[in-house]
Nanobody
Framework: QVQLVESGGGLVQAGGSLRLSCAAS????????MGWFRQAPGKVREFVVA????????DYADSVKGRFTVARVNTKNTMYLQMTSLKPEDTAVYYC???????????????WGQGTQVTVSS
């Protein structure tokens, strides 16, 4: 069992930056691949980025490539999402998730956080 808690969301102007954190507790964080997903109002939840258990492999959605950077510090049981050049269309609830592989498939992730709201104003 892994418990995940996201933090760092908030309100930011377009062009600004935010850093989200995902803190894990419970079973060993370092064995899991991790992902960030987001859900905008009235839309389905979508993939943002995934990172392998050791951080050596990442996969970004085209919509965030070049603007978002994922990282993890296994000694701190924490994953980060640095978001820059934010756009209004990035407004969503952001969720972190833990799974067994680097994948865009949501059903491959067994553990999910409660989410943190990111709002980008124009």
């Amino acid at each position: 069992q892994v418990q995940l808690v996201e933090s760092g969301g908030g309100l930011v102007q377009a062009g600004g930056s935010l850093r989200l954190s995902c803190a894990a507790s419970g079973r060993s964080f370092s064995v899991y691949s991790m992902g960030w997903f987001r859900q905008a109002p009235g839309k389905v939840r979508e993939f943002v980025v995934a990172i392998s258990s050791d951080g050596s492999n990442t996969d970004y959605a085209d919509s965030v490539k070049g603007r978002f950077t994922v990282a993890r510090v296994n000694t701190k049981n924490t994953m980060y999402l640095q978001m820059t050049s934010l756009k209004p269309e990035d407004t969503a609830v952001y969720y972190c998730a833990a799974g067994i592989s680097v994948t865009r498939r949501q059903w491959s992730y067994a553990y999910w956080g409660q989410g943190t709201q990111v709002t980008v104003s124009s």
